[in-house]
């Protein structure tokens, strides 16, 4: 994918939400770190553009959530949370780029039930790459990218002073 | 039995240093000189490129017999001796019951007969049980069989008690030894203070505690008559004061022990409990002193302060673990570091290990001279090795020196003419 | 990334980044901490140990609040004295609780050194919660954290230790980690409080209590133990307090805006006055809520498997 596909991407995904939940009423994003947050940013500026509002949105690090951290040999760096709202009965739309074992999306929902009892969870991905380890499904994805579990999957972005594109590392 | 040493480089302080041969018979000294020739029934031992020394004499062990014989009994301690090159050793009183009366002297002595290695010369107590408050028994003490008299590691704090002790020893021309600590200064201390005790947040004991009895002793020493030996210094200051008081021509004779003049503090960093003793280990100014002390004569004797503890002893927390390292088996090699570095020559460090003691307590030892005892330390001084506590013939393995590479290594150790102990030839190489 | 090391018993050996870690790490803690539920399940399945050989309400209780917060099993053991008549060693009795597979075992010893003992005897993690005179370091990382959530920075920083430095655990861990990171460090307290030697290790120190504080940013009081009048460290508490005690006319000379911090717990009225406790300028209770923040944050970097 490159810029253009990328921004049509996020153009599409914004308007799918506010069709699916019939506008902006109750609603939220919460990215997940790193790069879902930047993705997040983007479809609330989107949003902005077409309802002419600015929704909710927050910052969310799953670590403490992951289900490998008593396999780790060092703890990974942790950053912050910043949810600045209650998402009690809001219905929230979590953000990432890549979908791929749901592991990190099951940490996002359990993070964010800790942090209230929202109304509905739904989820936005750029990438979805395949091979599920849990029954995790995506409401809206920028594009389906069948991969070989071998291959890794890196979404660049300007925010990280990079040029906009998703690229297939072979193995 | 005769024993002939072949070849050896024969050193008796003040009288020969060079090779020789020396003649063993009945238990004494009977020739030393040029190819002796071996009289019928001889046993031979040839120690060419080897030393040939009279045994060491150790003023300061502790033994633990009676009462803490799973730290060492006599018989092991005195393994442990002969084994260091050590055919005579001092044992301090701190024993329990303490050595304060004649019943506890002649255990100890029958026991060092029983166990058959190095002589034992007990000391007795200055006060009764060492509690520094009413004199023990002095006289009976030196009767059966002590060579001086020492509260070691109970020093005696009231200064009236400690000059009517001097003044009574004189009685019976009985050394009188401080461990010198003033323990008001040193209270709850567990190494000395200064820059490494502020940062690890140990109680300190400061130099102070000790020069300031050392200046006590002296001034005691000078006022009563006395002969005063100052066991373990471990300060600049009292190395200073000694000197001054040697100058002034009082009896005033000091010991310094092997850790003392090759370790300092830094070594405490880590809480490392091989590395509390007491006094405790000092800067490096203070070990330039001490070293400074043995080559001018200040310090006439070194001595190793053997202080067994139990193994679980030890692992306990720092300021809990019981004060000590053993030093036996160790004294010899560190005395010979100085040699290499030039701060003794091979004779004087000979002196200060058999001669200079023997003669501080006015012990029949530390001479190779004819008619002398016949004990004999004979050593390889360039033989390297790795110390290894496992190997030590003491019960207990508390030493800092563990791993240690150190030269110069006791092969043959001779008591009253008769073989107490030869190095495996296993553990030659180790 | 991560400590990259079992335990922590000293701040001698971190590095500056190492603190800078442990501090920007207990940022999200403070955030769990600010949460409705302020539980997350980071170190499920982990048992945490608090041996203390000590008496310490408040440092026990951050430690299980903040253990618990992330998810562990937490066991208090608190050795009654017949146990040490019994003659059973520190080691022993760690071994003991390292055979109920604690993960990490958090040791509060009146011996210094007991710490770094017990963790070259255990493979569990050993936190250091106080030894003897020697370290206080999640102390001393907490009261880093109430400094640098102050907006201060700690380069230039000039902090003034107030009382009785050689028996105090707190300051040492403090002069460690703040000279580290630039600090310039006072230490204040009458001769008998101050080791002959501290000036080694890269502090100033003062007698005059008045002198110390002008133009500190930061102003930390020790607790003054009391048991110790008489005992030759000082004569009276009276005059203790009239000469060391913290008043909120010598709190002026300081740099306005500085902080007073106190580790706890405080004797009114000896080394602070109540009114200086209570003010604008006191961070005492926010070192507290600090502490569970900074310790579930070292809780978490010394939770990996190892």
Same mark, same amino acid.
């Given at each position: 994918m490159d810029a253009g596909d990328i921004a049509r991407a996020v153009t599409r995904i914004a308007h799918e939400i506010l069709e699916r939940n019939k506008g902006i009423k109750d609603l939220a994003l919460v990215g997940i770190r790193t790069g879902g947050v930047h993705l997040a940013h983007r479809l609330v500026r989107r949003i902005h553009d077409i309802e002419g509002t600015q929704i909710p949105i927050g910052e969310l690090d799953i670590t403490l959530y992951r289900d490998d951290l008593s396999l780790r040999k060092d703890q990974p760096i942790l950053r912050k949370t910043s949810v600045p709202f209650k998402i009690s009965d809001l219905k929230v739309v979590l953000v990432d780029d890549v979908l791929f074992t749901g592991r990190t999306i099951r940490a996002a929902m359990d993070s964010l039930i800790d942090l209230g009892r929202p109304a509905e969870i739904q989820l936005a991905v750029l990438v979805d790459r395949g091979h599920r380890q849990l029954p995790i499904k995506a409401n809206y994805i920028g594009k389906n990218i069948p991969t070989s579990r071998e291959e890794a999957i890196e979404v660049h972005l300007e925010e990280n002073g990079d040029e906009d594109r998703v690229v297939i590392l072979r193995a | 039995m005769t024993l002939l040493i072949q070849g050896g480089h024969v050193i008796d302080p003040g009288r020969v240093n060079g090779v020789a041969d020396v003649l063993i018979e009945n238990g004494t000294i009977s020739a030393v000189g040029p190819a002796l020739k071996a009289p019928a029934g001889a046993t031979v031992i040839q120690a060419r490129g080897q030393l040939v020394l009279p045994g060491f004499v150790d003023l300061h062990v502790h033994f633990r017999e009676p009462g803490f014989e799973y730290k060492e009994t006599i018989e092991s301690g005195t393994a442990a001796a002969v084994a260091g090159g050590f055919t005579t050793v001092c044992a301090m009183p701190n024993t329990n019951p303490v050595n304060d009366n004649q019943a506890v002297t002649e255990f100890m002595l029958e026991r060092a007969k029983a166990a058959g290695n190095a002589h034992l010369y007990p000391i007795g107590a200055i006060t009764k049980k060492s509690e520094g408050k009413e004199l023990a028994e002095i006289g009976d003490l030196r009767r059966a069989g002590c060579v001086a008299i020492s509260d070691d590691g109970k020093p005696v704090m009231n200064s009236l008690v400690m000059r009517r002790a001097m003044e009574y020893a004189r009685a019976f021309d009985v050394p009188v030894v401080d461990h010198c600590e003033d323990l008001h200064l040193s209270e709850g201390g567990c190494m000395n203070e200064g820059l490494v005790s502020t940062e690890l947040g140990l109680p300190g004991i400061p130099s102070a505690a000790e020069d300031v009895m050392v200046a006590r002793n002296v001034s005691l020493a000078e006022l009563t008559g006395a002969r005063l030996h100052l066991a373990h210094i471990s300060t600049a200051g009292s190395v200073r004061m000694v000197r001054e008081a040697k100058a002034r021509g009082l009896k005033v004779t000091a010991e310094a022990c092997p850790h003392h003049f090759t370790l300092t503090e830094e070594l405490t960093r880590g809480y490392n409990t091989h590395a509390k003793m007491n006094p405790p280990l000092r800067t490096m100014q203070d070990v330039q002193a001490i070293k400074e002390g043995l080559r001018d004569g200040t310090i006439d004797v070194i001595a190793t302060d053997h202080a067994p503890h139990a193994t679980q002893e030890k692992q306990q927390e720092f300021t809990e673990a019981p004060f000590g390292i053993v030093g036996l088996e160790t004294a010899l090699p560190l005395t010979l570091a100085l040699v290499d570095d030039g701060v003794l020559t091979l004779e004087a460090a000979v002196d200060k290990l058999a001669t200079a003691p023997a003669k501080a307590f006015s012990l029949n030892a530390g001479t190779l001279a004819i008619g002398a005892p016949a004990d004999v330390a004979i050593v390889d001084p360039n033989s390297e090795w790795h110390v290894d506590p496992? +190997?030590? +013939?003491?019960?207990? +393995?508390?030493?800092?020196?563990?791993g240690w590479k150190v030269k110069g290594r006791v092969t043959t150790t001779i008591v009253s003419g008769r073989v107490v102990f030869e190095l495996d030839r296993s553990e030659r190489q180790a | 990334m991560g400590l990259k090391r079992k335990d922590l018993l000293s701040l001698t050996n971190l590095s500056a980044d190492d603190i800078t870690l442990i501090l920007e790490t207990a940022d999200s803690f403070k955030e769990v901490s600010g949460r409705e539920i302020k539980k997350v399940p980071a170190l499920r399945g982990k048992t945490v140990v608090n041996l203390f050989f000590e008496p310490s309400t408040r440092t026990r209780t951050s430690f299980e609040l903040a253990a618990k917060r992330l998810s562990a099993d937490v066991i208090n053991f608190s050795p009654s004295s017949s146990s040490v008549v019994k003659g059973e060693t520190l080691l022993d009795t760690a071994r003991n609780i390292e055979a109920m597979q604690a993960d990490i075992i958090v040791l509060r010893h009146s011996s210094a050194g007991a710490a770094e003992t017990l963790a070259r005897g255990v493979k569990s993690s050993v936190i250091n919660a106080g030894d003897g005179w020697h370290e206080h370091p999640t102390q001393a990382l907490l009261d880093l954290y109430t400094i640098r959530s102050r907006r201060m920075g700690f380069a230039g920083l000039r902090v003034a230790i107030v009382g009785d430095v050689a028996h105090s655990r707190v300051a040492r861990s403090n002069i460690f980690a703040l000279t580290k990171l630039g600090a310039e460090v006072r230490v204040v307290g009458p001769p008998t409080m101050i080791p002959l030697q501290i000036g080694q290790l890269g502090v100033q120190v003062y007698h005059n209590l008045d002198e110390a504080l002008r133009g500190a940013h930061v102003i930390m009081m020790l607790r003054l133990q009391l048991e110790r009048q008489g005992r030759a460290l000082f004569p009276t508490i009276r005059e203790y307090a009239r000469h060391y005690g913290l008043t909120g006319e010598r709190v002026?000379?300081?740099?306005?805006g500085a902080i007073v911090m106190h580790p706890g717990p405080i004797n009114r009225g000896v080394e602070i006055a109540p009114d200086v406790a209570d003010?604008?300028?006191?961070v005492i209770l926010d070192q507290v809520a600090n502490g569970v923040a900074v310790r579930m944050g070292i809780l978490y970097l010394m939770s990996g498997a190892g």
């Open positions: - | 496992a +190997r030590f +013939r003491s019960k207990s +393995r508390n030493t800092p020196f563990a | 002026k000379l300081a740099e306005p003010s604008l300028s006191s």
